[in-house]
């Protein structure tokens, strides 16, 4: 199916910006444990949380909006101006505020106030350059899209290494704490984003369409609150976390460290699906109306979810060797794996999310967006009471568990409304039996290969073979499609 191929393209197209840019970023995380300490990356996680949840205000559900009122006739030629103006509103609005009660900002979140305003205009930058980010999308061009992804995280981390390693070995004192450093880099990355941008802008109207305007707004609204719930899902844990923990202040924050530090594992899933999604929101729109739209979002499903098991294995099975590599690289990385238990849970966690975006395309092109925001609000009610029932009491395993739980319901939800409402013909049987094979051999490997002790190496063979066993049983039942 050319469709599919196509998806397949461009999911590679975008992956190719958004993996590598997030696995920059990614390694990066794990560079900064042999110069930070374990509260500094519990600082750090904790911003970059609230990052998910303010960008999602800021953006309003405009992404969304734009990409279906670009593909319509009579708004095509005001999208592009209608969406960007409206964020631009909401971020003077965002960074006014943020500067007036920057005090009372800082005293919540138990931080300095400057990290307040350096905080308030990486997220300013970032939320500006969204629909020029979209358009490219809308435009088709991957390559221009993955350049510029490239550009920002590897100018981000250029910067952190100046920060962190150069001036340090050349003696040059810097005025600001090391948190403060890398949202300084942050800063200067996403401002030349921005500016690398601004060729998009020659689409920008000085006009403004009040009704169409309201029109989108109308339609972005319960895109926005799907994405509040879906921040709520996805970050919450990390930010109130430091607030149900029982210890002080500073274990706290280790705690919290250690748990953001294992949940960068779980974000290549988290990857890939950005990714996917990147590619498949365009096509998915595009192709809503065709005859053959039902097959296409089937067959991509069972297709995502190889992949995802594909990852999950490739990271579960290895685990011990990537342990002995961190180990090696940082001796201090090995308290950070005491919480490594929580890897695979977070792990599928994230594979459902996925899942359940897939689920939720159905919704998007009926326009019948306040379904998802009902499923959403659902989890997020689902992930607020476990963490506040177990995270006390068992600490970031219950996080993760809570995490689980709340993707597992709302996939489960999805189905059940997308099979009343639209049903879609995907082979859940096939799909179901390839999370439990996954599944079924990381725990092989956990409770029946690594208790015989053997070395390293053998341990590591083993994970090659029984990812090889997945992949052959997968490339089998699939090659003739």
């Known amino acids: 199916m ?14 190719v910006s958004s993996i590598l840019a997030r696995l920059i970023n990614f390694l990066f995380g794990f560079l900064i444990i042999k110069y930070i300490t374990q509260a500094e990356f519990g600082t750090f996680t904790n911003f970059y949380a609230y990052a998910g949840f303010l960008l999602v205000a800021l953006t309003h559900g405009m992404e969304t909006a734009y990409f279906r009122f670009s593909n319509k006739e009579e708004s095509r030629e005001m999208a592009f101006s209608t969406s960007f103006y409206s964020i631009l509103s909401v971020v003077i609005t965002f960074v006014l505020l ?7 900002i800082a005293d919540y979140v138990k931080e300095p106030a400057l990290y307040v305003r350096f905080f308030l205009w990486m997220m300013a930058f970032d939320a500006l350059s969204a629909i020029p980010f979209a358009a490219l999308r ?14 920002n995280i590897l100018f981000f981390i250029g910067c952190n290494i100046l920060f962190f390693m150069v001036f340090p070995m050349l003696d040059i004192a810097l005025p600001f704490t090391k948190v403060s450093n890398i949202f300084i880099a942050n800063i200067l990355a996403s401002i030349l984003t921005f500016l690398l941008l601004l060729k998009q802008f020659r689409q920008l109207k000085l006009q403004f369409s009040k009704t169409l305007y309201k029109q989108m707004l109308i339609y972005a609204m319960p895109i926005m609150l799907v994405g509040f719930a879906g921040m709520i899902n996805e970050v919450l844990d990390r930010i109130i976390m430091t607030r149900l923990l029982p210890f002080d202040d500073i274990t706290n924050k280790e705690q919290l460290g250690i748990y953001g530090f294992n949940y960068k594992f779980a974000m290549l899933v ?11 929101e365009p096509l998915f729109f595009k192709h809503a109306d065709k005859s053959d739209n039902k097959q296409m979002l089937a067959l991509t499903m069972k297709y995502y ?11 579960v099975l290895f685990m011990p060797l990537i342990q002995a590599v961190f180990i090696l690289y940082s001796p201090n990385s090995a308290a950070y794996f005491e919480g490594a238990g929580i890897i695979p849970v977070l792990l599928m966690a994230n594979i459902f999310l996925g899942i359940y975006f897939n689920i939720s395309t159905w919704y998007k092109i009926t326009d019948k967006t306040y379904i998802g925001a009902l499923i959403s609000v659902l989890g997020a009610i689902v992930t607020i009471v476990m963490n506040v029932l177990l995270v006390p009491e068992y600490g970031y395993w219950g996080a993760a568990w809570a995490t689980f739980t709340c993707y597992f319901i709302m996939v489960l939800v999805g189905y059940a409304t997308e099979q009343r409402y639209y049903p879609i ?31 390293l190496w053998a341990n590591t063979f083993a994970g090659f073979l029984l990812l090889s066993l997945f992949a052959g049983g997968a490339w089998q039942l699939e090659r003739k499609k």
């Open 98 to 104: 943020g500067y007036i009660f920057q005090d009372a």
């Open 138 to 151: 809308k435009q088709g061009r991957p390559i221009a899209f993955a350049a510029l992804k490239i550009a």
């Open 270 to 280: 988290s990857m890939f699906l950005q990714a996917y999604r990147f590619a498949a």
């Open 425 to 455: 013909p995907y082979d859940y049987k096939r799909i179901s039996g390839y999370l439990l094979a996954a599944t079924g051999l990381f725990l092989f490997l956990h409770y029946v290969i690594l208790p015989l002790s053997w070395s």
């Open 2 to 15: 050319s469709i599919v191929r196509k998806l397949a393209t461009d999911t590679a197209a975008y992956g």
């Open 305 to 315: 979810t190889i992949c995802v098991c594909l990852i999950f294995l490739s990271i």
